[in-house]
């Protein structure tokens, strides 16, 4: 891609001290999970506790669920100094996790972290993710099963074929070597949660988001972690829907290579500005 000098896009953010501690938002997609959230949010605050030396901000998005996920919210957000957000309609794990992105950036995140709201990924794990785009040496770290030193739950026989085929398109379609292709439990900074916020796949994004993220030079790492089983509940991809999801996937991936983007945007001095070379393209 050439380089090219592009307008300033101004968008102030909130302006913390130099001293301040590295603030991290936790989004956490919540559809009809009332009996796994509040261990959530528990194994969060745990882990807010342990790390003192960061201010984790718990941002709940609770998409359109219809069992008593949103009045447990409302009872339970406070004590666990959590964000909710009520979307008023199902948007689907994409919409939810994009509200999060902008709630994120919009307070000054340093980073923002997915994390699912049926507690398969441990919160003790979010350091393994977290501390390498604290120390700038990648733009988004994906917590992996499948990289030496994973451990834990292990998806069927069905979705690792899948991911491994998803694996080999992002390779040829983006240069991007990620394993663990449909993992959701992933840490973006701030200038890779900004650039989400504005441009984010709506059905299954797990899959998709890494092409836009390639083309803008977003640097991607994964990292070993222990997942666990649901222990409440089902997912929502059966059988049948896996097809119909490799097919899609397959399809709006292929066509992210060549759509129209936003600009990536550089977090600089309390204002963005557009990066040479990331213009629409």
Partial sequence: MTTRHLHVVKAERPKRAPHERPLIAVIIPCYNEEKNIERVLGDV?????AHADWKILPVVVNDGSSDNSEALLAAIGPKYGAHIINLPVNLGIGGAVQAGFRYA?????DVALQLDGDGQHPAAGIPAI?????????DVAVGSRYVKGAGGNVS???RHAGTMCFSTMLRVLAGVNIKDTTSGFRAFSYEASDFLARCYPDDYPEVQAYVPLARKGFRIVEYPVCMKPRRHGRSSITALRSVYY?????FATAMDVIRRLPP??????????????????
Avoid at 45 to 49: E, I, T
Avoid at 130 to 138: D, M, R, S
Avoid at 246 to 250: D, E, G, H, L, P
């Fill in 246 to 250: 490799m097919v899609k996937v397959a």
């Fill in 156 to 158: 069927s026989l069905m």
């Fill in 45 to 49: 605050a745990a882990l807010a506790q």
């Fill in 105 to 109: 950036v919009g307070e000054g995140a």
């Fill in 130 to 138: 977290v501390e390498p785009v604290l120390a700038g040496k990648t």
């Fill in 264 to 281: 990536r945007r550089k977090r600089l001095s309390g204002r963005f500005r557009d990066r040479a070379g990331g213009g629409h393209t």
